[in-house]
């Protein structure tokens, strides 16, 4: 699968929000766990999108090493497991992606526990429909902390994870697009969810 991502012509804050909303997604995918940017209420700045940035890339590695897991370990058949294929080498380039973009800054990759989450194929969906709509949620509530360029950068991927949360969403049976828009939630709230799946090693 080639997994890079292709540069889209310069986009606007407003142009990229409309998508973000339209897709249910938001830039690229992430967290710094623990990291208090529900707090930030600042206006964009290159500190504030290394923040933001430093966020995404933990959901990333979170999401990348879930896929990898499920995929040596769940005995997936079928569009089931060509969904944690794909999905897994699209986490794996925007983890890539971020650490490039974040250079130095770039942490370096959590412990993770997933348990029974990757242990079999009805578990893997569940968990996985659970993950990519919480990133939407994650990465709607962060886009508009960043600043035009790094919103230029956010765009690359802005509408790949709405589309895994739809394509989950269709596999089990469920409306790929439930809503019109999906709001945000703040990090805190971001984090709550996380650590109630058990995850976070």
């Known amino acids: 699968m080639d997994s890079s991502i292709d540069r889209p012509s310069g986009r606007s804050r407003s142009s990229f929000l409309r998508v973000a909303a339209g897709t249910g997604t938001v830039f690229v995918g992430s967290l710094v766990f623990g990291?208090?940017?529900?707090?930030?209420?600042?206006?964009?700045?290159?500190a504030q999108d290394r923040r933001v940035f430093q966020y995404a890339l933990q959901l990333e590695y979170l999401q990348a090493a879930f896929y990898a897991e499920a995929?040596?370990?769940?005995?997936?058949?079928?569009?089931?497991?060509?969904?944690?294929?794909?999905?897994?080498?699209?986490?794996?380039?925007?983890?890539?992606?971020?650490k490039k973009a974040l250079g130095p800054a770039a942490g370096k990759a959590p412990s993770f526990d997933?348990?029974?989450?990757?242990?079999?194929?009805?578990?893997?969906?569940?968990?996985?429909?659970?993950l990519e709509n919480i990133g939407v949620s994650a990465?709607?509530?962060?886009?508009?902390?960043?600043?035009?360029?790094?919103?230029?950068?956010?765009?690359?991927?802005?509408?790949?994870?709405?589309r895994h949360a739809g394509w989950i969403g269709t596999l089990l049976g469920k409306p790929?697009?439930?809503?019109?828009?999906?709001?945000?939630?703040?990090?805190?709230?971001?984090?709550?969810?996380?650590?109630?799946?058990?995850f976070l090693g």
């Open 176 to 198: 790929p697009a439930p809503r019109a828009a999906d709001p945000g939630l703040d990090a805190n709230a971001v984090m709550a969810q996380l650590k109630a799946t058990g």
């Open 139 to 162: 990465y709607n509530g962060q886009g508009a902390k960043l600043t035009d360029g790094a919103l230029e950068q956010a765009a690359e991927i802005v509408s790949v994870e709405g």
């Open 35 to 46: 990291q208090d940017l529900a707090a930030s209420d600042a206006p964009p700045s290159a």
């Open 71 to 98: 995929v040596q370990r769940a005995s997936l058949r079928g569009e089931l497991r060509e969904f944690a294929e794909v999905v897994g080498g699209h986490e794996r380039a925007h983890v890539a992606f971020l």
């Open 114 to 130: 997933f348990g029974d989450a990757t242990s079999d194929a009805k578990r893997f969906g569940a968990a996985a429909y659970e």
